[in-house]
Nanobody, 124 residues
């Protein structure tokens, strides 16, 4: 059974940093592209960042480029999202997801498995 569990969310002041993690189980991690998405209150779920299984391709949404860094540790079956220079508009529930078969790693619909999400709140 595949399971993705996010952790590390919380409350941070604008301009601060936070790292969220996602631990995967179920045997898919080493062959899956991993993505981070976020959903603000009353908004749609949007793409944030993604990394292929080898780490050879990394993509960011324009809104986070230069501030967020996605990485993965295949030995630990974990993907990370380091968030720096956080803004009020970064507040959202952050979800990690696994894509086991598509090269369209920025497309929400191409992800097969999802975590339950972790709340990130940026305060002024």
């Amino acid at each position: 059974q595949v399971q993705l569990v996010e952790s590390g969310g919380g409350l941070v002041q604008a301009g601060g940093s936070l790292m969220v993690s996602c631990a995967a189980s179920g045997g898919i991690f080493s062959r899956a592209a991993m993505g981070w998405f976020r959903q603000g209150l009353g908004k749609e779920r949007d793409f944030v960042a993604a990394i292929t299984w080898s780490g050879g391709r990394i993509v960011y949404a324009d809104s986070v480029k230069g501030r967020f860094t996605i990485s993965r540790d295949n030995a630990k079956n974990t993907v990370y999202l380091q968030m720096n220079s956080l803004k009020l508009e970064d507040s959202a529930v952050y979800y990690c997801a696994a894509n086991t078969g598509s090269i369209a790693i920025t497309s929400l619909g191409r992800y097969d498995y999802w975590g339950q999400g972790t709340q990130v709140t940026v305060s002024s």
